[in-house]
């Protein structure tokens, strides 16, 4: 079965429409790798800080080969060059870091983040519009 990644991402407030429109600028940078089956950004709703990106994978191994690809690499740096252009920071990331970047034009959009792991065990599918 498949293998689902969630980054948990901590967002201050000033800084989730910069997040969002970082992740926007990379749309499609994912979709075209082996073994990517789905992706989405989540935005909370609930007061909480944290935003889910989430990703689902045919297997762990797919995974960490997209994760060493010249893609992720090029959609990293991509990012970092838009904030660092945008006087966003020092080139340090597209929406998310370990605890850097606690503010609008320091770095990252996130302050903290978390990668959760999981195995798809059981699921359903849905209809696509």
Known sequence: MSVVKINVLTVPDEMREELERRFAGRAGM???????????????????????????????????????????????????????????????????????GHGHGQGPAATDSDLWTFEVIQSTGHKQP
């Not at 990106?53 to 959609?75: C, I, L, N």
């Not at 970092?80 to 945008?86: F, I, K, L, P, S």
């Open 30 to 100: 994912v979709e075209s790798s082996d073994g990517f089956e789905w992706f989405e950004l989540l935005r909370p709703l609930d007061g909480t800080d944290r935003y889910l990106v989430y990703t689902r994978w045919r297997s762990e191994e797919d995974f960490q080969r997209w994760q060493q690809s010249a893609a992720f690499q090029r959609g990293h740096a991509q990012a970092a060059g838009d904030a660092a252009a945008q006087g966003h920071g020092h080139g340090q990331g597209h929406g998310h870091g370990q605890a850097a």
